[in-house]
């Protein structure tokens, strides 16, 4: 494991910082650049040529703007992809307890089993999560991150016969997500600032994806000619989503 105060943890944060340029610039450029080629290559018109000499001429000079931006986005997905993988990455190694012999490891998981136990006991008496997290110690918040997913599952028990049949798992992603903010505010600060860019990557993926995804169909030409306002309107959906607090009540 690297040390905590190597290069890994900056890198976490400066990778989440250029994806939101990538989508705040990189990808507008693209959309800008392939704009203005299918513009040329539309209006193209050379009067030395015959009608269908000038028509095959403007299908290359399309085709060749399609396919540059094409070039463009599979770089920009290749980027993003190693980046979201590179902070997943080094979270992962900044959260994870470095071994420990028996004795150590059995403590701590004792301690961890009945912080567990207080919370699920408030929980079940009707306190809310953010009350919960609010007080919680870091054992009670290690406890929390992995037992949750569990815990509001067993909350929602799926119906029977039919009314089962539009039935859906709980999604934890949010309640989990509220564990972590608090948990890294908590950890030593190399480690938490590593789970926060892992967080910040949870919440600012979704909509670049959704972006990525509304280019694409612009680029290979696909797209409906709402295309724009769906993207912006699903991007939009996806950002207010990942950034959805938890209800207090």
């Known amino acids: 494991m690297p040390s905590l105060f190597g290069p890994d943890y900056i890198d976490a944060n400066a990778a989440t910082h250029r994806l939101k340029q990538t989508r705040k610039t990189d990808l507008v450029e693209v959309r800008r650049r392939l ?112 037992e949750l997913p569990t815990y509001l599952a067993t909350q929602h028990t799926k119906p029977s016969g039919l009314a089962g049949a539009d039935f859906t798992e709980p999604d934890p992603t949010r309640a989990v997500h509220a564990v972590e903010r608090a948990l890294a505010d908590r950890l030593p600060k190399p480690q938490g600032a590593a789970l926060r860019a892992r967080l910040d990557l949870d919440e600012l993926e979704p909509g670049l994806r959704e972006t990525l995804a509304g280019l694409r169909r612009d680029v290979d030409g696909t797209a409906a000619p709402d295309n724009g306002l769906r993207t912006a309107i699903a991007a939009r959906l996806a950002d207010q989503h990942a950034a959805t607090p938890l209800p207090t009540e």
């Open 35 to 146: 704009d203005a080629a299918l513009s040329k290559a539309r209006t193209f018109r050379d009067p030395d040529l015959t009608g269908e000499a000038n028509h095959r001429r403007r299908a290359e000079l399309e085709r060749a703007a399609r396919q540059q931006a094409a070039a463009d986005l599979d770089r920009i997905q290749r980027e993003t992809d190693a980046a979201a993988t590179m902070v997943r990455t080094v979270a992962n190694k900044a959260t994870t307890t470095p071994a420990a012999g028996a004795a150590e490891q059995l403590l701590a998981e004792t301690r961890q089993t009945r912080a567990w136990d207080r919370a699920r006991a408030l929980l079940d008496a009707g306190r809310t999560l953010p009350d919960v997290i609010k007080g919680a110690d870091l054992d009670t918040l290690h406890a929390l991150r992995i």
